[in-house]
């Protein structure tokens, strides 16, 4: 390079010129092997979801079905402890249509023991909401199980009492909504402006529909059960 630099300088002074091929300052480009580049392919398409088979469907309804038949048990059973110990409270409270002076309560003679007729009935209470947890998650499993054989459908036997089954879980979801209702204005009447001395007839009306519904509750849950057992 300092060569050509005095070869540049001098050229004018002796009268001369100088050509200098551009190829010549170019630097040489590096050659570079296609095996040494790195081709990195991405796919955007992430396809279709695989849909379940029938099998997979008959699989997990078998599967549901069988945890749904345990809590429908479950449920039948804590629905008659609840139901026995409605009618255990509402004795105690008003008898069999009993005034407000010859009730048990009153009278010194609730069973098991006078700490039934003041306070909230704790042991009825917690019962109610146990069984009430049961029921819902019972009902809301025999919403999780798939149909693709449609059982459900057709005319025959087993066809119809499925279907008359998944029609009695509408009335005990609606008996048991109503009971929580007035089990809540029952139990809490002085939040409704409602108490004993005053409003005992009302009160009474209250527990007795709340028991009635307790029947007619026990009886869809158990006619469901016996549609599908027997």
Not at 50 to 59: G, I, W
Not at 76 to 91: D, K, P, R
Not at 163 to 178: D, N, S
Not at 216 to 230: H, P, S
Request: aromatic fraction near 10%; proline fraction near 4%; charge should be neutral.
């Amino acid at each position: 390079m300092a060569t050509l630099t005095a070869l540049m300088l001098a050229t004018p002074l002796f009268g001369l010129s100088l050509q200098i091929d551009a190829a010549m300052l170019e630097a040489p480009s590096a050659a570079i092997e296609p095996s040494v580049l790195l081709a990195v392919e991405v796919s955007t398409d992430l396809g279709e979801p695989s849909q379940p088979t029938t099998a997979d469907l008959v699989r997990k309804r078998n599967k549901i079905k069988r945890i749904h038949k345990i809590f429908g048990l479950a449920t039948w059973a804590l629905t008659t402890v609840t139901v026995a110990s409605g009618m255990v409270q509402y004795y105690n409270q008003y008898g069999w249509f009993q005034s407000q002076s010859t009730n048990p309560c009153v009278q010194g003679t609730a069973w098991p023991n006078q700490d039934q007729c003041s306070g909230a009935p704790t042991g009825h209470l917690a019962l109610s909401a146990t069984t009430a947890a049961v029921f819902f998650t019972t009902w809301g499993l025999s919403f999780a199980m798939p149909d693709p054989l449609g059982v459900s459908e057709g005319d025959s036997q087993f066809a119809r009492r499925l279907r008359a089954h998944k029609i009695l879980r509408w009335v005990t979801f609606a008996g048991f909504v109503a009971q929580i209702a007035l089990g809540v204005v029952a139990a809490n009447s002085e939040w409704f402006g409602l108490d004993r001395a005053n409003n005992y007839k009302t009160l009474r009306a209250i527990a007795t529909a709340h028991l009635t519904v307790g029947w007619v509750t026990w009886g869809a849950l158990t006619a469901q059960g016996a549609l599908m057992i027997f």
